[in-house]
């Protein structure tokens, strides 16, 4: 018998005891019978029997079993909470350890398992195995062969004693022969640092040769580049002179240019200014006439634009009061025809991706693990379907949720299907139409209640409807 703690698909963490027998058939093999029972001490109880084959891999002939093993189980898991009950095949495999406690048939077992509807678990059992008559001459003859084997051990001793003696005599010959042949090596190495010294001394005589005939050179290249610099230089000032005095000449000859074209500019200027006045006296006279025609179009203008602002600012107004009074009663409709309180529709809700809209926050039951609409789910529908009537051009987002139970992608498909099975039903009934629905599968990111009780997890098991708004 035994302690064990689970995590099933279902209820979560569970604990609980277990009992087993078991019957060794060959050397390394063993069947048996468990039964187990687990709970989660908040809702779950879950019954366990089955049956399991057992191997130990490092078993003896002879002797009892003990060791690593590894066991495949199947049966069936009975699983009930306060308002449900399921029954399920049980399949998985284990991975224990079986020590065994002196010789009077005790032993433990720590163990862990993986399978299902248990995901993993672990624990520790105890128990007795009563001896059989083999066990007990393969007891006596294990004694017999350790004392034959203290036997050998000693003459091996005294053969090794001999040779490591031996080894001794010939480790010290190498040891001398090795000394021998180091000292060589140290003359050789010793001559051969001699040479490479002179020849190091040779090099460094010939690079600093080389890098005064190198500085030598260095200093010529200089002294050409400043001679080439300074005939360049002069060059540059001679024809920069050049340039100076072409430029003064031709600022000489525009300048005389310059008084002339201004003399005639002048004269025609003069003349253009007298022609100029007498073409300003027509020209104001006739603005002043035009003046007077514009001003009195003008006045009737504005009058007639004041007229036409009052009128289109009555019109917008008269348009605003009946767009909010439309709104108004759709939203009213909503909540009449849903049966929904007013507090739990939204007056603005913001999807992810920035998009607003009111939800028709109504809770559609699920069966647990699957996409089948619960009871009463028709009939929850039907209503939320007269109240999309009410908004034939705007989209609806349909969300899936799910309680928090298996794999996230798991989750993220049941709650697809979920949106899908209520959006199927809308269409069905002709409440909206395919190009107007948009799905979303959110999984166990928006929780209602706590996924730890019955009821939590019932209420997080549903759909969301939202109507956007401007769309």
Not at 3 to 23: C, D, K, Q, R, T
Not at 220 to 242: G, L, N, S
Not at 388 to 400: E, N
């Amino acid at each position: 018998m035994g302690l064990e703690a689970n995590w099933y698909s279902v209820e979560g963490m569970a604990f609980g005891p277990g009992l087993a027998g078991e019957y060794r058939f060959s050397p390394a093999l063993a069947a048996g019978v468990s039964l187990g029972f687990f709970y989660d001490f908040t809702d779950y109880s879950t019954f366990e029997p089955g049956a399991f084959l057992r191997w130990y891999p490092l078993a003896k002939t002879a002797g009892p079993l003990s060791g690593l093993f590894a066991q495949g189980m199947g049966g069936a898991a009975f699983m009930w909470g306060s308002d449900d009950m399921k029954t399920m095949l049980m399949g998985g495999l284990e991975l224990g350890l079986r020590l065994n406690l002196g010789k009077g048939g005790w032993y433990v077992e720590p163990r862990i398992r993986g399978g299902y509807p248990f995901i993993a678990g672990a624990g520790v059992a105890a128990g007795w195995r009563p001896k059989k008559n083999e066990e007990l001459k393969a007891a006596r003859q294990e004694a017999k062969a350790k004392r034959q084997a203290e036997i050998v051990q000693r003459q091996e001793a005294a053969q090794e004693a001999a040779q490591q003696e031996a080894e001794a005599k010939r480790q010290a010959e190498a040891q001398r022969q090795e000394a021998a042949r180091q000292e060589t090596a140290r003359q050789e190495a010793a001559r051969q640092e001699a040479a490479r010294q002179e020849a190091e001394t040779k090099r460094q005589t010939e690079a600093q040769r080389q890098e005064t005939a190198r500085q030598e050179a260095e200093t010529k290249r200089q002294a050409e580049i400043v001679q080439q610099t300074e005939a360049q230089r002069q060059e540059a000032a001679r024809q920069e002179a050049q340039r100076q005095e072409t430029a003064r000449q031709e600022a000489a000859r525009q300048e005389a240019q310059r008084q002339e074209t201004t003399r005639q500019e002048a004269a025609r200027q003069e003349a253009a200014r007298q022609i100029a006045a007498r073409q300003e006296a027509a020209r104001q006279e006739a603005e002043r006439q035009q003046a007077e025609a514009e001003r009195q179009v003008e006045t009737q203008r504005q009058a007639e634009a004041q007229r036409q602002a009052e009128a289109q600012r009555q019109a917008e107004a008269q348009r605003q009061a009946e767009a909010q009074r439309q709104e108004a009663a759709r939203r009213e409709a909503a909540r009449h025809v849903a049966g929904v309180p007013s507090e739990d529709i939204a007056e603005s809700v913001a999807l992810a991706d920035g998009r607003r809209g009111f939800a028709l926050r109504i809770t559609v039951p699920f069966v647990a693990d699957l996409s089948s609409l619960g009871p009463g789910a028709a009939g929850r529908l039907r209503e939320i379907g007269e109240t999309l009537k009410g908004f034939p051009d705007s989209r609806v987002v349909i969300q899936g949720h799910t309680a928090l139970a298996g794999t996230p992608g798991a989750r993220a498909q049941l709650s697809r299907e979920r949106a899908e099975a209520a959006a199927d039903f809308l269409i069905a009934g002709e409440y909206v139409r395919r190009d107007q629905i948009e799905l979303q599968a959110l999984g166990a990111e928006q929780p209602l209640d706590s996924n730890m009780t019955y009821a939590g997890r019932e209420k997080n098991r549903r759909v969301t409807i939202i109507i956007l708004q401007g769309e």
